[in-house]
């Protein structure tokens, strides 16, 4: 969103907001989306690093791939999902809990 100078998240599904409240967050992705394709712009490719001690994920990597790709109208080729388990270290090695961290490229399909 901040690349397409949309604002933040919590602008466009603030958390206070009863409508979102156990939402499922594809339907927010589809909708970010549309809100970048509105603005211009394209999704070039994704990449994406999940933080947790267990459970291990790598099996459930490739559908997730491919569900993301789908709700996103992009490749799945254009979409790389990684885990790890940061060896012990921190809230998720002590599996307090889980963190995520994505980057999508966009670029100008429009302007």
């Known amino acids: ?10 602008y466009w599904f603030p958390d206070n907001d009863e409508k979102f409240k156990g939402i499922d967050s ?5 909708e970010v989306c549309k809100i970048i394709r509105q603005a211009g712009y394209e999704i070039s490719n994704i990449d994406c690093t999940i ?3 267990k459970p291990k994920i790598k099996d459930y990597i490739p559908k997730m791939c491919e569900v993301l790709s789908k709700v996103m109208d992009t490749d799945s080729d254009n979409v790389s999902i990684k885990a790890t388990t940061e060896e012990k270290l921190g ?5 307090e809990g889980i963190a995520c961290y ?4 966009i670029y100008s399909g429009l302007k």
């Open 51 to 53: 933080c947790l001690q």
């Open 91 to 95: 809230f998720t090695g002590r599996e």
């Open 102 to 105: 994505a980057t999508c490229l």
């Open 26 to 30: 594809k339907l927010l992705l589809k």
């Open 1 to 10: 969103m901040g690349a397409a100078n949309k604002r933040d998240i919590g």
